[in-house]
């Protein structure tokens, strides 16, 4: 079981926005800070698309946007662009044991 | 362009032991934490293992202390995953990732990662 929790899928149309969830799960004991996002398209390797909870990288278009508060995150996509399908995974630093962790993934669809 | 390009892996009997490595180029190496990350067939990102600039700290998941080392070296912009006691359950594409201006932060730059299969 991932520390922390991301819903399976979500899916939106083209033009719409939509919101994935990064959820602190209760047996997670770590920290929950400096979280970041990646997006990985099939056979793909990852690309970082937040850090620091709400920061975009060079490059990585403004239709994305993070925040966070104490226990969850939640990455927005708006506008969402048939590009945009792909997997998403949330990550956080723990400072503790295993000093980083990812959520469990969520599989965007754009209908 | 900044570049990583991993290579050694391949299939291994359950118990054995690989190393794997990742090539750096296009960036000062010697500036950047670096790390590990695999990903199982179907499954989610893990990550693995991170070592300072300087090899001056490391640290690893949980689930491989004991049995896997990082390290690298600077005057060959090279890092390297030593992975002993393999187990089914190390099956996985093996990313090497740069970290992104703090450690904390994130990881910004990806290898296309190297598959290692435990399996006999």
């Known amino acids: 079981q991932s520390a922390l929790t991301q819903p399976a899928s979500v899916s939106g149309s083209p033009g719409q926005s939509i919101t994935i969830s990064c959820t602190r799960t209760?047996?997670?004991?770590?920290?929950?800070?400096?979280v970041s996002w990646y997006q990985q398209h099939p056979g793909k390797a990852p690309r970082l698309m937040i850090y620091d909870d709400t920061h975009r990288p060079s490059g990585v278009s403004n239709r994305f946007s993070g925040s966070k508060s104490d226990n969850a995150a939640s990455l927005t996509i708006s506008g969402l662009q048939a590009e945009d399908e792909a997997d998403y995974y949330c990550?956080?630093?723990?400072?503790?044991?295993?000093?980083?962790?990812f959520g469990s993934g969520t599989k965007v669809t754009v209908l | 362009d900044v570049q990583l390009e991993e290579s050694g892996g391949g299939l291994v009997q359950p118990g054995g032991s690989l190393r794997l490595s990742c090539a750096v180029s296009g960036f000062t190496f010697s500036s950047y934490w670096m790390t590990w990350v695999r990903q199982a067939p179907g499954k989610g990102l893990e990550w693995v293992a991170i070592?300072?600039?300087?090899?001056?700290?490391?640290y690893y998941v949980d689930s491989v202390k004991g049995r896997f080392t990082i390290s690298r070296d600077n005057a060959k912009n090279s890092l390297y995953l030593q992975m002993n006691s393999l187990g089914a359950e190390d099956t996985a594409v093996y990313y090497c990732?740069?970290?992104?201006?703090?450690?904390?932060?994130?990881?910004?730059?990806w290898g296309q990662g190297t598959t290692v299969s435990v399996s006999s």
């Open positions: 209760t047996s997670y004991i770590g920290g929950f800070d400096y």
């Open positions: 070592m300072k600039h300087d090899a001056s700290e490391e």
């Open positions: 990732a740069r970290n992104y201006l703090h450690y904390y932060y994130g990881l910004d730059v």
């Open positions: 990550s956080s630093f723990s400072g503790y044991s295993t000093l980083y962790v």
